[in-house]
């Protein structure tokens, strides 16, 4: 399983990362070859992500992993944007 200390972006924070791109979570899921059941589970905290589906996710939202912003940070985008 990841860790906290090297995954710093929520499951909300993807999910506003990809409806900036213009993406469904369901269509992340499917980049992601993980199925959206999966995401969900992570999302309530049932489950976390292996690293390398972590990773998938990432690239699905166009965020490369060794750029991954601070936590919090896909938040302030939004709220600038608006």
Do not use: H, Q
Not at 42 to 57: Q, S
């Amino acid at each position: 399983m990841v860790n906290d200390m090297i995954m710093p972006l929520t499951p909300r924070e993807i999910e506003e990362l990809a409806d900036t791109a213009g993406k469904s979570m369901r269509r992340v899921c499917e980049e992601a070859g993980i199925a959206p059941s999966t995401f969900s589970r992570w999302k309530a905290g049932d489950t976390e992500p292996t690293l390398g589906v972590y990773r998938r996710i990432l690239a699905a939202v166009s965020v490369p992993p060794d750029t991954t912003p601070a936590p919090g940070a896909a938040s302030e985008r939004t709220e600038a944007a608006a």
